[in-house]
T-cell receptor, first 113, second 112 residues
Framework: DAGVTQSPTHLIKTRGQQVTLRCSPK?????VSWYQQALGQGPQFIFQYYEEEERQRGNFPDRFSGHQFPNYSSELNVNALLLGDSALYLCASRGDGVVYGYTFGSGTRLTVV | QKEVEQDPGPLSVPEGAIVSLNCTYS??????FMWYRQYSRKGPELLMY????GNKEDGRFTAQVDKSSKYISLFIRDSQPSDSATYLC????????????FGGGTRLMVKP
């Protein structure tokens, strides 16, 4: 049973560029969340998608946007990249109603130069 | 002040030692308390969860929650080198999205 799959695993972008990260949730999961983890820090919640709608959002600027598709997969888009956006971006999925049952992917390491 | 505080370590112990990892939090609305383990270059992996106050044991791991003190702990007995990782506490308060609020993580090194 495949867990959460994220692509790409690593990415290098130039300041000011735009990036799209992708996530396929674990089979049977319909809720997808995105987290940003800076080096040496805990993950910070960006937003969560359920039924193709953004259900909750953390304290991130509008440069961060997302989408969920009918097959529950999701994308995270970041515009006008800043050096401070360099981080590990984690996708987590769970079944709706299972409050604590998040499964995380291995993340996408984004480096902005 | 962060909602969830965790000593970053690193914490270095000999193999076989009992390890105690702790977090404090400020929001009394938190109801679910989790411990995640994160190996280098990997995503967090759920170790244990507890709802509200109390203790929970799973093999070598024991999680404790004291809501009156806003303090949670994870104990690892008979620690192994394979336990070397970063341990993250995380909490949820019941709302529409049930987002996870993480501590900063404690890096643990178990030496053979």
């Amino acid at each position: 049973d495949a867990g959460v799959t994220q692509s790409p695993t690593h990415l290098i972008k130039t300041r000011g560029q735009q990036v799209t990260l992708r996530c396929s949730p674990k089979s049977g999961h319909d809720t997808v969340s995105w987290y940003q983890q800076a080096l040496g820090q805990g993950p910070q919640f960006i937003f969560q998608y359920y039924e193709e709608e953004e259900r909750q959002r953390g304290n991130f600027p509008d440069r961060f946007s997302g989408h969920q598709f009918p097959n529950y997969s999701s994308e995270l888009n970041v515009n006008a990249l800043l050096l401070g956006d360099s981080a590990l971006y984690l996708c987590a999925s769970r079944g709706d109603g299972v409050v604590y049952g998040y499964t995380f992917g291995s993340g996408t390491r984004l480096t902005v130069v | 002040q962060k909602e969830v505080e965790q000593d970053p370590g690193p914490l270095s112990v000999p193999e076989g030692a009992i390890v105690s990892l702790n977090c404090t939090y400020s929001n009394s609305a938190f109801q679910y308390f989790m411990w995640y383990r994160q190996y280098s270059r990997k995503g967090p992996e759920l170790l244990m969860y507890t709802y509200s106050s109390g203790n929970k044991e799973d093999g070598r791991f024991t999680a404790q929650v004291d809501k009156s003190s806003k303090y949670i702990s994870l104990f690892i007995r008979d620690s192994q080198p394979s336990d070397s990782a970063t341990y993250l506490c995380a909490m949820i308060y019941n709302n529409a999205g049930n987002m996870l609020t993480f501590g900063g993580g404690t890096r643990l090194m178990v030496k053979p």
